[in-house]
């Protein structure tokens, strides 16, 4: 294939995410109406009479119809504007561009901790079917999907930390004896490496192991038994055969021509992990006083933050969309078939 007609199928890819947007936008609008709870009662504190409630939801636009909320909507939206926040009373792009980056971290650490260990157990499992490192991978696969992050955090927590006291104490990103580094990234391990603070940037990941190790063992699961599935059914094909029986080297059959392969579901299902990982560590952000963005969508629902929580499942939306995006365009570049074709 040649790279205009790659560059094609990738301007194809763009133009179908706007329809995903726009429908994005619209669900996103009126789940948030349908949420239980009034949030200009929420505002205006129980010792409020009705008078107040409803001049407080005049003026947060919310006695309109539907259709002229939705409309104002779509226009702050295009300015960039999310609105304000009526739980912390700040603008909910700024606390959502401040807590993005602390999920980003976790759930790319934790990614990065699961594929280190999920890839090559997978493709162990896969050279050695029904052995005794066969049958590990299955019970890891078996024990990521069973056990509940809550419950792994909570243990990892009691052994590391109360028992061991290995782990520094389980309250958010940095210990209260070090400053935050300046920022670049919004990374905190990263960003400290960047100012050169090797004892800051030691901290953080101290801080960001037990909750990456919570959070990796859960994600750990698909990629292993994906890994697994991909490359048996690689090792069975007829060019595997064709180049063992041609004298090619074990190594050469198994990482040139066997993973490059295999490789292409498990790029899919890493970004289908990336994206569920983000927005399901919420329960790990509270086990670990963590302040991402899951925790405060949670905070969000509680008090019926309509801007809050259409912040949130926008952004959300977004990054899945594209993240897809990307997994998209890594397929394209690393398909081998695609060579292939005229």
């Known amino acids: 294939m040649t790279h205009l007609a790659r560059g094609r199928l990738i301007g194809w890819r763009l133009v179908q995410a706007i329809p995903v947007i726009v429908g994005i936008i619209i669900v996103s609008f009126v789940l948030t109406r349908a949420l239980p709870g009034d949030p200009a009662a929420y505002f205006a504190g129980p010792a409020a009479d009705a008078a107040s409630i409803e001049q407080?939801?005049?003026?947060?636009?919310?006695?309109?119809?539907?259709?002229?909320?939705?409309?104002?909507?779509?226009?702050?939206?295009?300015?960039?504007?999310?609105?304000?926040?009526?739980?912390?009373?700040?603008?909910?792009?700024?606390?959502?561009?401040?807590?993005?980056?602390?999920?980003?971290?976790?759930?790319?650490?934790?990614?990065?901790?699961?594929?280190?260990?999920?890839?090559?157990?997978?493709?162990?499992?896969?050279?050695?079917p029904n052995s005794w490192i066969d049958h590990l991978c299955r019970a890891v696969v078996t024990a990521g999907v069973s056990l509940p992050t809550f419950f792994t955090g909570l243990a990892l927590i009691y052994v590391f930390y109360y028992l061991l006291g290995w782990a520094p104490s389980p309250m958010g990103r940095l210990d209260f004896l070090y400053l935050s580094p300046p920022r670049v990234t919004g990374f905190y391990v990263i960003d400290a490496l960047i100012a050169r603070d090797l004892e800051t940037a030691r901290a953080a990941l101290a801080q960001l192991a037990l909750p990456a190790i919570t959070l990796g063992l859960f994600t750990l699961a698909p990629i292993a038994r994906m890994t697994r599935a991909a490359m048996l059914q690689i090792l069975e094909g007829e060019f595997i055969r064709t180049a063992r029986a041609a004298g090619l080297p074990r190594r050469q059959v198994l990482f040139t021509y066997a993973l490059r392969n295999a490789v292409l579901p498990v790029i899919t299902t890493l970004g289908m992990v990336f994206s569920f990982a983000l927005g399901a560590n919420v329960l790990v952000e509270k086990v670990f006083s963590w302040p991402g963005i899951g925790s405060y969508a949670v905070e969000a629902l509680v008090v019926s933050d309509y801007a809050a929580v259409q912040g949130f499942v926008l952004t959300m939306a977004l990054l899945f969309v594209t993240l897809n995006l990307i997994i998209d365009i890594i397929y394209t570049l690393v398909d081998p078939r695609l060579d292939t074709e005229a």
Do not use: C, H
């Open 56 to 128: 407080i939801r005049s003026s947060m636009g919310l006695d309109r119809p539907l259709p002229l909320q939705f409309v104002a909507y779509v226009q702050d939206l295009l300015q960039g504007d999310l609105g304000m926040s009526i739980s912390t009373g700040q603008p909910v792009m700024q606390e959502l561009a401040s807590r993005l980056p602390a999920s980003l971290e976790l759930t790319g650490f934790a990614l990065l901790f699961s594929v280190a260990i999920a890839m090559p157990l997978g493709i162990l499992a896969a050279t050695r």
